[in-house]
C-alpha cells in the first residue's frame, strides 16, 4: 500500500515476516534558477510582491541585509533591489520556492551584495562579495518592520514626566504583542520589573556589550536569570508597562557601560570565511555575481540557467 504524506513524501506498507513494514520514499523536487527585481515606490513587501516575490522570500531578503539595513526606518522611494532565487518543480509543476541564492539592494546610493555558499564542512551563510559575512554580532533592531517614535537624544522632553530628559535608546512602536528578539547571542542578567522601564530584560553580550528591552508586556516562556540566548530569538512582547504613553519598545545599547545610539553604533562583524575555503567561494559567487549583472541591466530579457 502507498500513501503520499505530501508531494514530497509516500509511505510505502508492505507486508513482512512478522507482519507490516513502512518505508518512507522521499522525492527530491527539480530546481531552477529564476529573478526578481524592483524599485520601491512606496514598500519594501508592495515592490516584491509586484516582482513576484512571496512575503517568505522578502522575508529572507530582508534578514539577509538586515544587519546593515534598519528596514523600519532605512528605506526610501526610489531604494530598488535584485534577487536571484531558486523555484521547485514536482512533474513539471512548480510547488514553491527555494532558497536566495545571491542578491543585491540598493540603498540611499549604498550597494548592498550578497551570495549564499556553503563551504565543505557544511555551514551555510550569506557573503558580501569579498568574503566578509553578511552577519554582525548583533541585529541592527530588535523589532521587524515596526516604527520609530523617539530616537536616541540627550535633551528630549519626556511624554509623562514633562521635563527634559537624555533619551537613551530608541523607541520602536509597534503593535501590542509583537515579538521582541535578542540582537546578538547573550546570557539574561536581569529579567523582570524596573522602574520606569516597567518589564524589561537586560542581555550580556560578552565582556564589552550590554543591551536592554523595555515596557515589555510579557517575557517569552521559560526564560530567567541566566538563561542564553541566541541572535533573532524571541525573548518578549511589546508592551506599554512602566512609563509608557503606548505600546511600544524601548532598546538600550551600551558598550563598556556607556550608551551608544543603536541606530548609529558600528556594530562588530561576524567571523569571514575561512581562508580554506575562500578560493571556491570567490569562484562559485563570481558566476552569481555575474548574474546578477545580468539581471539588473536587462531584467525582462534574461534566462538563467540553474547549474
Do not use: C
Not at 512571496?54 to 531578503?61: A, I, K
Not at 547571542?185 to 553580550?205: E, M, P, Q, S, T
Amino acid at each position: 500500500m502507498r500513501y503520499e504524506r505530501n508531494r514530497l513524501e509516500r509511505l510505502l506498507v508492505s507486508r513482512a515476516a512478522d507482519g507490516f513494514k513502512a518505508e518512507v520514499i522521499e522525492r527530491a523536487p527539480e530546481r531552477a534558477t529564476a529573478h526578481a527585481t524592483a524599485t520601491i515606490d512606496s514598500s519594501l513587501f508592495l515592490a516584491a510582491q509586484k516582482a513576484g516575490l512571496s512575503d517568505n522570500l522578502t522575508m529572507e531578503l530582508a534578514g539577509i541585509f538586515g544587519w546593515d539595513i534598519d528596514f523600519a526606518l532605512d528605506i526610501r522611494r526610489g531604494d530598488r533591489f535584485t534577487v536571484i532565487y531558486e523555484e521547485l518543480f514536482l512533474d513539471g509543476e512548480k510547488i514553491g520556492n527555494g532558497d536566495i541564492l545571491a542578491a543585491e539592494f540598493v540603498n540611499q546610493g549604498h550597494v548592498y551584495r550578497a551570495v549564499r555558499y556553503t563551504d565543505a564542512s557544511g555551514r551555510t551563510s550569506y557573503y558580501a562579495p569579498d568574503g566578509h559575512s553578511m552577519r554582525k554580532a548583533f541585529l541592527r533592531t530588535p523589532v521587524a518592520f515596526s516604527r520609530i517614535s523617539s530616537r536616541f537624544s540627550l535633551g528630549r522632553k519626556h511624554p509623562i514626566l514633562n521635563r527634559i530628559r537624555a533619551h537613551k535608546g530608541v523607541d520602536y512602536a509597534a503593535p501590542y504583542g509583537t515579538p521582541i528578539k535578542a540582537t546578538g547571542d547573550g546570557k539574561v542578567i536581569f529579567i523582570g520589573r524596573k522602574g520606569g522601564y516597567g518589564k524589561a530584560v537586560i542581555l550580556r553580550h560578552g565582556s564589552r556589550y550590554t543591551t536592554l528591552y523595555a515596557h515589555m508586556s510579557r517575557f517569552a516562556r521559560g526564560l530567567h536569570s541566566g538563561s542564553r540566548v541566541r541572535q533573532g530569538q524571541v525573548i518578549g512582547y511589546v508592551g506599554k508597562s512602566g512609563l509608557a504613553t503606548g505600546p511600544h519598545l524601548h532598546y538600550e545599547f551600551r558598550i563598556n557601560g556607556v550608551h551608544r545610539n543603536p541606530l548609529t553604533v558600528k556594530l562588530p562583524a561576524a567571523a569571514p570565511i575561512d581562508r580554506r575555503y575562500r578560493a571556491d567561494f570567490e569562484q562559485k559567487s563570481r558566476t552569481l555575481l555575474a548574474q546578477l549583472d545580468l539581471v539588473r541591466q536587462s531584467p525582462t530579457q534574461v534566462a538563467l540557467n540553474a547549474d
